[in-house]
C-alpha cells in the first residue's frame, strides 16, 4: 500500500501539477523550479530513502523519522530542518491523552510530512494554505508554519478535557464525603501521568520556536511569517503555562487527598476509642453493680449453709444482724465504686 498521501508542487503559492509518484514529482520540481510538498502516511523505509536520496536529507534524520517514538524537536543539517512534533488528542471516556508523532523536513524548495498517527490533519492544512497562496508563496517555512499552528490548536481541546476532569476531582474531593477514597487516589495519580506526558510534548516547543525565530534573519524568512510564528510561540507559551498549573493542582489535590484520608481515619480511630472508653465505662457500672449484689449473696450463702454448730444460728439477733451486714457491705462497696466514679 503505498504511503504517500498527497503530493504536489507549488509555484508562486499555487498549486500547479499533482504528480503520480515520487519520481515525477522530483521531475516537475526541477522543471519548474518549484516547491514540492510531499505528505507521507506510515511509509516504507524504501519510500522515506528516496526521498532523503533525491533531497539528501542527513542519516541520522532519515534514521529517526524510520524509528519514530522521537521526542518533540528541532534540529537543523545545513539548510535543512528536521523537526519532530507531537499532536495530541484527549480521549475523554478514558482520560487519556493520546499522542501521535509527525516528522518534518523542511528544505529550501521541499517539505516532507511523515505522519505516524492519524492526527493532525494536514488536508485542513494544505487546504488552508491552498487558499492562501500569498501566505504559501513565502516558502517551505510558511507550511512549517500552518503545521505547527494546527499541532498547537489541537492542544486546545486536550487542555478543555484536562481542566474538566480536574474540576470533576475537585469536586469530589471536596463534595462528594462518600466517594471512593482509593478510586480517587487513583484516579488523580493517572491524571498526573497524562499531564507530565502532555507537558514532555509541549514543552519543548517554546524553544523550537525561539530558535526558529533566532534564525529568521540568517535564513530570509519573512517578516510576515515571522509574526506568525511569534503568534503560535504566544499560544504555545499559554498552553505549557497551563500544563504547568494542571500540574500544580493535581499534586497538590493528591496532598489534600493523602490529608483527608488521614483525617478519615483519624476520625475513625477517635469514634472507635470513644466507643471502647464508653464500653468500658459501661462494663465498670456493670461490674460494680455485679460486686455490690454479690455481697449479701455471699452472707446469705454464709447463713444457707445450715451446719448445727453455728454461733449466729440460734442467736436472737442473728437475722438482723445479717440483714445489716448484707445492707452495710452493699453501701459500702457503693461508696467505693461511686469515689472511683465507676458508677
Same mark, same amino acid.
Given at each position: 500500500?503505498?504511503?504517500?498521501?498527497?503530493?504536489?508542487?507549488?509555484?508562486?503559492?499555487?498549486?500547479?501539477? =499533482?504528480?503520480?509518484?515520487?519520481?515525477?514529482?522530483?521531475?516537475?520540481?526541477?522543471?519548474?523550479?518549484?516547491?514540492?510538498?510531499?505528505?507521507?502516511?506510515?511509509?516504507?523505509?524504501?519510500?522515506?530513502?528516496?526521498?532523503?536520496?533525491?533531497?539528501?536529507?542527513?542519516?541520522?534524520?532519515?534514521?529517526?523519522?524510520?524509528?519514530?517514538?522521537? #521526542?518533540?524537536?528541532?534540529?537543523?543539517?545545513?539548510?535543512?530542518?528536521?523537526?519532530?512534533?507531537?499532536?495530541?488528542?484527549?480521549?475523554?471516556?478514558?482520560?487519556?491523552?493520546?499522542?501521535?508523532?509527525?516528522?518534518?523536513?523542511?528544505?529550501?524548495?521541499?517539505?516532507?510530512?511523515?505522519?505516524?498517527?492519524?492526527?493532525?490533519?494536514?488536508?485542513?492544512?494544505? #487546504?488552508?494554505?491552498?487558499?492562501?497562496?500569498?501566505?504559501?508563496?513565502?516558502?517551505?517555512?510558511?507550511?512549517?508554519?500552518?503545521?505547527?499552528?494546527?499541532?498547537? =490548536?489541537?492542544?486546545?481541546?486536550?487542555?478543555?478535557?484536562?481542566?474538566?476532569?480536574?474540576?470533576?476531582?475537585?469536586?469530589?474531593?471536596?463534595?462528594?464525603?462518600?466517594?471512593?477514597?482509593?478510586?480517587?487516589?487513583?484516579?488523580?495519580?493517572?491524571?498526573?501521568?497524562?499531564?507530565?506526558?502532555?507537558?514532555?510534548?509541549?514543552?519543548?516547543?517554546?524553544?523550537?520556536?525561539?530558535?526558529?525565530?533566532?534564525?529568521?534573519?540568517?535564513?530570509?524568512?519573512?517578516?510576515?511569517?515571522?509574526?506568525?510564528?511569534?503568534?503560535?510561540?504566544?499560544?504555545?507559551?499559554?498552553?505549557?503555562?497551563?500544563?504547568?498549573?494542571?500540574?500544580?493542582?493535581?499534586?497538590?489535590?493528591?496532598?489534600?487527598?493523602?490529608?483527608?484520608?488521614?483525617?478519615?481515619?483519624?476520625?475513625?480511630?477517635?469514634?472507635?476509642?470513644?466507643?471502647?472508653?464508653?464500653?468500658?465505662?459501661?462494663?465498670?457500672?456493670?461490674?460494680?453493680?455485679?460486686?455490690?449484689?454479690?455481697?449479701?449473696?455471699?452472707?446469705?450463702?454464709?447463713?444457707?449453709?445450715?451446719? =448445727?454448730?453455728?454461733?449466729?444460728?440460734?442467736?436472737?439477733?442473728?437475722?438482723?444482724?445479717?440483714?445489716?451486714?448484707?445492707?452495710?457491705?452493699?453501701?459500702?462497696?457503693?461508696?467505693?465504686?461511686?469515689?472511683?466514679?465507676?458508677?
Amino acid at each position: 500500500m503505498m504511503a504517500l498521501i498527497d503530493n504536489a508542487v507549488y509555484v508562486a503559492g499555487r498549486r500547479t501539477q =499533482d504528480p503520480a509518484n515520487l519520481n515525477e514529482t522530483y521531475e516537475v520540481m526541477r522543471d519548474r523550479g518549484g516547491m514540492a510538498w510531499i505528505g507521507l502516511y506510515r511509509p516504507r523505509a524504501d519510500e522515506v530513502r528516496s526521498i532523503a536520496d533525491e533531497f539528501g536529507l542527513h542519516p541520522l534524520a532519515v534514521e529517526d523519522a524510520l524509528t519514530g517514538h522521537q #521526542r518533540s524537536k528541532l534540529e537543523r543539517y545545513g539548510d535543512t530542518l528536521f523537526v519532530v512534533l507531537r499532536p495530541a488528542r484527549y480521549l475523554d471516556a478514558a482520560e487519556e491523552v493520546e499522542f501521535g508523532e509527525l516528522h518534518v523536513f523542511v528544505g529550501p524548495d521541499f517539505v516532507v510530512t511523515i505522519r505516524h498517527a492519524e492526527a493532525p490533519n494536514l488536508g485542513k492544512v494544505r #487546504r488552508r494554505l491552498e487558499a492562501a497562496p500569498e501566505l504559501l508563496a513565502m516558502g517551505p517555512e510558511a507550511v512549517l508554519y500552518a503545521v505547527l499552528d494546527e499541532v498547537v =490548536d489541537e492542544y486546545g481541546p486536550v487542555i478543555a478535557g484536562l481542566e474538566n476532569d480536574i474540576d470533576e476531582i475537585e469536586d469530589q474531593l471536596f463534595g462528594n464525603a462518600d466517594a471512593d477514597v482509593e478510586s480517587v487516589s487513583r484516579r488523580i495519580y493517572d491524571l498526573s501521568r497524562e499531564v507530565i506526558d502532555f507537558q514532555r510534548a509541549t514543552q519543548p516547543l517554546a524553544g523550537m520556536l525561539e530558535a526558529l525565530r533566532r534564525g529568521s534573519d540568517k535564513y530570509a524568512v519573512d517578516l510576515e511569517l515571522q509574526r506568525y510564528l511569534r503568534d503560535v510561540l504566544d499560544h504555545v507559551l499559554r498552553i505549557v503555562e497551563r500544563a504547568g498549573a494542571f500540574r500544580s493542582i493535581l499534586e497538590n489535590a493528591l496532598n489534600v487527598q493523602s490529608t483527608l484520608v488521614a483525617q478519615r481515619q483519624n476520625d475513625e480511630m477517635r469514634r472507635m476509642s470513644e466507643l471502647g472508653l464508653a464500653q468500658n465505662e459501661e462494663v465498670k457500672r456493670i461490674s460494680s453493680w455485679a460486686a455490690i449484689l454479690f455481697a449479701p449473696t455471699l452472707i446469705g450463702t454464709v447463713y444457707g449453709m445450715n451446719f =448445727d454448730h453455728m454461733p449466729e444460728l440460734h442467736w436472737t439477733y442473728g437475722y438482723p444482724f445479717a440483714l445489716v451486714m448484707m445492707l452495710g457491705l452493699g453501701f459500702a462497696l457503693y461508696g467505693v465504686f461511686k469515689f472511683k466514679r465507676w458508677l
